[in-house]
Every structure is written in structure tokens, then in C-alpha cells.
């Protein structure tokens, strides 16, 4: 047994820090910023999830050229912005149609596209991500 792994058995964690409910809600912000108002954060992470073939490509490459295009997104202000679109499977020409069917001009913001099969180990793509 190393002498980090001995370390690591003999602490113990640190309680959960419970914060007061009421004095949250007093000190909440009059409006997050948000990428979408009302839908999409700013700061942080989300999830379009639902069953195959339901629309979530298509629906996340709008999504893509209205913050790119600073349009609105589903009536929704947008934040303008370059935005990452990770194609990580199918045929690029999908997402070609696509941006010529949303009339994406890169007139304000960028949509960068990668199209790459993802690698195995996630460690793997985020450390690729990183060196872009």
C-alpha cells in the first residue's frame, strides 16, 4: 500500500454544506444569463435527450445557427455566438443540407463542425477537444 493510498483510506469525506432555503430564494438574481432565455443557460450543462429518431439532431442544428445567427431560437432570444457542433456519427452531408436549409451565413457568429467518429475512451475526445 502506497503511502497516497493510506492517505486517501485514513480521511474521511467532508459533511454535505447545506445552504437555507429562504435566504436563497431572497438572494435569487432577477434573470440568469441564459444562451436562450428561459431555456438554455449560459453557464453550465444540458441534455437533449429523447429516442431515436425523434428530431434532436435537427432540432440541436437549429439550435446551432440561431446562436450562431443570432436568431431567435423557438420565439426565444438567443445569445449570439460561435457555437461547436459535435457530428459524431452519420453522413456529413447531413449536416451540409442542413446549414443551407437554415440559411446559416456566418455573418455574426461561427458554427464549427466536428466530424469524427468519437473515440473510445472519452478521456481521449476531451483531450482532443482541448488542443483544437
Not at 439550435?63 to 459524431?88: I, P, Q
Request: glycine content about 10%.
Amino acid at each position: 500500500m502506497t503511502n497516497e493510498t493510506k492517505h486517501h483510506e485514513d480521511k474521511k469525506p467532508a459533511p454535505f454544506k447545506t445552504l437555507n432555503g429562504l435566504a436563497l430564494k431572497n438572494a435569487a438574481p432577477d434573470k440568469i444569463p441564459s444562451l436562450v432565455d428561459g431555456l438554455l443557460l449560459q453557464v453550465g450543462t444540458s441534455m437533449l435527450v429523447a429516442k431515436p429518431k425523434t428530431g434532436k439532431s435537427s432540432l440541436a442544428m437549429q439550435l446551432a445557427v440561431s446562436v450562431a445567427e443570432g436568431r431567435d431560437f423557438l420565439d426565444k432570444v438567443t445569445l449570439c455566438g460561435d457555437v461547436l457542433y459535435l457530428m459524431l456519427e452519420g453522413p456529413i452531408g447531413v449536416v451540409q443540407q442542413n446549414l443551407k436549409k437554415l440559411g446559416y451565413t456566418e455573418k455574426r457568429g461561427t458554427v464549427h463542425v466536428v466530424h469524427e467518429q468519437m473515440p473510445y475512451r472519452g478521456t481521449e475526445g476531451l483531450e482532443r477537444l482541448k488542443k483544437r
